[in-house]
T-cell receptor, first 118, second 114 residues
Framework: GAVVSQHPSRVICKSGTSVKIECRSL??????MFWYRQFPKQSLMLMAT?????????EQGVEKDKFLINHASLTLSTLTVTSAHPEDSSFYIC??????????????FGPGTRLTVT | AQSVTQLGSHVSVSEGALVLLRCNYS??????LFWYVQYPNQGLQLLLK??????LVKGINGFEAEFKKSETSFHLTKPSAHMSDAAEYFC????????????FGTGTRLLVSP
């Protein structure tokens, strides 16, 4: 149980274009999903917290107009990187918190999406 | 605010040797603590977690960790390393007003030699 998928796993796009990454909780409902960014050989940096049916909360320094997050249902959140540039190239990982997790605050992570902007 | 410090960006052990990965945390409220493992180009997998109760926590793949409040530590151990344990390990903490957020340490890469 508690499986989170991401699509696509890898994407290459040209500078100036937009890319959408999907994060799905497959066997549970997630009121809250998180988006992280990971640079090579570095830790995960939280970009934003996404709550179903409401606007995402972005971490300081993250451009909300560049990284558009939509959490339209209890099983799907999307991250759209708009007008991508080479510096946006990174590994993007989502996680989801089980609605029924109670106070354990456990998050289940997706397999990640490798974005390369040329 | 909460933070996590992982001492040692790389730890090398021989197969069959004890694994010890260090994690110290800072938290103004009772913390929830987690260890995750990441294999190359993959997401994170939960190894174990401490929320409340027993301070010695057992996880998957033979790993365990002990919550020591007096030392603000949550070190990860495994009695006997296996080649398949080679990966990146992250300690994380949550709790407090940003209670749903996980704050990650910088990670420790475990290298296992035959």
């Amino acid at each position: 149980g508690a499986v989170v998928s991401q699509h696509p796993s890898r994407v290459i796009c040209k500078s100036g274009t937009s890319v959408k990454i999907e994060c799905r909780s497959l066997d549970f409902q997630a009121t809250t999903m998180f988006w992280y960014r990971q640079f090579p050989k570095q830790s995960l940096m939280l970009m934003a917290t996404s709550n179903e049916g409401s606007k995402a909360t972005y971490e300081q320094g993250v451009e909300k107009d560049k990284f558009l997050i939509n959490h339209a249902s209890l099983t799907l959140s999307t991250l759209t990187v708009t007008s991508a540039h080479p510096e946006d190239s990174s590994f993007y990982i989502c996680s989801a918190r089980d609605l029924l997790a109670g106070a354990s605050y456990e998050q289940y992570f997706g397999p990640g999406t490798r974005l390369t902007v040329t | 605010a909460q933070s996590v410090t992982q001492l040692g960006s790389h730890v090398s052990v021989s197969e069959g040797a004890l694994v010890l990965l260090r994690c110290n945390y800072s938290s103004s409220v009772p913390p929830y603590l987690f260890w995750y493992v990441q294999y190359p180009n993959q997401g994170l997998q939960l190894l174990l977690k401490y929320t409340t109760g027993a301070t010695l926590v057992k996880g998957i793949n033979g790993f365990e960790a002990e919550f020591k409040k007096s030392e603000t530590s949550f070190h990860l151990t495994k009695p006997s390393a296996h080649m398949s344990d080679a990966a990146e390990y992250f300690c994380a903490v949550s709790g407090g007003t940003g209670f749903q957020k996980l704050v990650f340490g910088t990670g420790t890469r475990l290298l296992v030699s035959p």
